[in-house]
């Protein structure tokens, strides 16, 4: 095709010029320059590739349309797409069918969806870098002109992504789950609890400045009803492990009532509280009047299973030294949260498990994006965010596929299914003619002259010049 060799022509002009300018001392600076020009190149190839596929299926495939009864509506009605490049501004046909309805033939054939605006490959680009960042800061990483609306609209049109979880044929005896939620503020007003639960193998304990978490896999929802998530959190245990082989499953929690359900869901388990929310508790009581002469028997009497009533009998003495109500009732709370979790604290105490993170997996997993800057989202934002978050530090990636353009949308039009194929294979046949052509390029040879003789002995001298100054200081 005639208009790919001016294409590439053009380009060439605009290289040599910008290199005129730039020189080659700084091949950064003309690597930065040239950007623009290799995207507007690529753009105005793919144009031309497009405006001949749509021409083929006007003229060259005017028999196959007349045959199922396929008739021109419309020539060259605009269309732009935002892609990775910038825009792509292309034309084609509107097309009418048997039944009435029309169709542009060409967006069908290269998989452009009705109302898409942006790229399927960019918005999956922008989804992904909104996990860690906030909707502008992904925006602005792609140079690109969208809205921060337009990306949360792609979002909740997101397909729903779960990791598929690979099987571990020689299961563990121990496993460790770390359950918490985290607390997000809501649209106008309000505040959110999304549950999450960490499945891991352990810590591994070999770097003494930093415990990790061996083969996590997180499980977070919002929206979901405490049975159906628990539910979730099971299978996904069942899925992965034999849990006839797992001799001790750990459950390290604060204590929430949706977490007791998850142990008496989960064979061979039990509950650890979390250190870090049993130190916090038992220091704020510690700091009442007259309490702190009796932490050392306090903490004794938490590392035995019938140690219950001694310490119980130490807080009454605590109790009875209270001279304000606000007192007493600090009392009463703390007794009364032991009581409840008393089992799990004579495990917490006894260090007979692996330390606890839950604080930490909330912050990394769901905090750093959900809640920890003054954001607050739309139910149907945070439901799709949470899902996108989890899924990303399990290891997902946002494809394409993925993308809807539409919430409500039932299912992509396929005219392979509709006995449209022929256009589409049509078209492609024109394109991989058009690649066939053989081009001269030869004419390239001739042109320095007309570009002010740039060739490489003058790219040279340029460039050579320009390093000068340098050479001289360091002689």
């Not at 602005?140 to 049109?157: G, M, P």
């Not at 009998?313 to 032991?338: D, H, L, N, P, W």
């Not at 353009?405 to 449209?420: C, L, M, P, S």
Request: net charge negative; aromatic share 8%; charged share 30%.
């Amino acid at each position: 095709m005639e208009i790919i060799q001016q294409i590439a022509f053009k380009a060439v002009e605009e290289i040599f010029e910008s290199v005129k300018v730039t020189g080659l001392s700084d091949i950064g600076k003309t690597v930065k320059a040239l950007t623009p020009v290799a995207s507007r190149t690529v753009l105005s190839v793919l144009t031309a590739f497009l405006e001949g596929m749509d021409e083929a299926l006007v003229t060259g495939a005017k028999a196959l349309r007349r045959e199922d009864g396929i008739t021109v509506k419309e020539r060259n009605v605009p269309r732009t797409l935002l892609t990775e490049l910038g825009e792509l501004n292309y034309q084609r046909t509107y097309f009418r069918l048997p039944d009435g309805s029309f169709v542009y033939l060409l967006d069908h054939i290269i998989g452009v969806e009705s109302y898409e605006r942006i790229s399927k490959e960019l918005v999956a680009d922008l989804l992904q870098m909104s996990t860690v960042k906030s909707y502008q800061q992904a925006i602005d990483s792609t140079k690109q002109e969208i809205s921060r609306q337009t990306v949360h609209n792609r979002l909740v049109a997101l397909d729903d992504l779960v990791m598929p979880v690979e099987r571990v044929e020689e299961a563990p005896k121990t496993l460790d789950i770390f359950a918490d939620e985290d607390h997000v503020h809501l649209t106008p007003k309000g505040q959110a609890i999304v549950p999450l639960v960490t499945i891991t193998e352990g810590m591994d304990v070999s770097n003494p400045k930093r415990h990790k978490t061996i083969h996590p896999i997180h499980v977070a929802a919002f929206g979901m009803t405490p049975d159906a998530f628990r539910e979730n959190v099971l299978a996904v245990l069942t899925e992965r492990y034999n849990l006839d082989n797992v001799e001790q499953i750990n459950i390290h929690a604060d204590g929430g009532s949706w977490i007791k359900g998850l142990q008496q869901l989960i064979p061979h388990s039990r509950l650890v509280l979390d250190g870090y929310h049993l130190e916090k508790e038992l220091r704020s009581f510690l700091r009442l009047e007259g309490a702190s002469g009796y932490a050392k028997a306090i903490r004794d009497s938490m590392r035995k299973e019938d140690g219950y009533e001694a310490f119980e009998r130490y807080c009454e003495v605590i109790f009875s030294r209270q001279t304000t109500e606000k007192g007493q009732e600090k009392v009463r709370a703390f007794v009364e949260y032991c009581a409840n979790h008393w089992s799990a604290i004579v495990v917490r105490m006894n260090k007979e498990t692996c330390g606890s993170c839950t604080e930490p997996q909330v912050s990394h997993v769901l905090s750093d994006r959900l809640s920890r800057n003054p954001i607050a989202w739309s139910k149907d934002g945070l439901n799709r965010m949470t899902m996108l978050v989890v899924y990303t530090k399990n290891g997902g990636r946002v494809r394409a596929e993925d993308v809807r353009i539409r919430v409500n949308e039932q299912g992509k039009a396929d005219f392979r299914e509709e006995g449209y194929a022929k256009y589409s294979d049509y078209a492609k046949k024109q394109s991989d003619e058009m690649l066939k052509v053989k081009h001269d390029w030869s004419l390239f040879e001739h042109e320095c002259d007309a570009l002010g003789k740039v060739d490489g002995i003058y790219l040279l001298r340029k460039s050579v010049g320009a390093m000068k100054p340098l050479l001289e200081m360091v002689s």
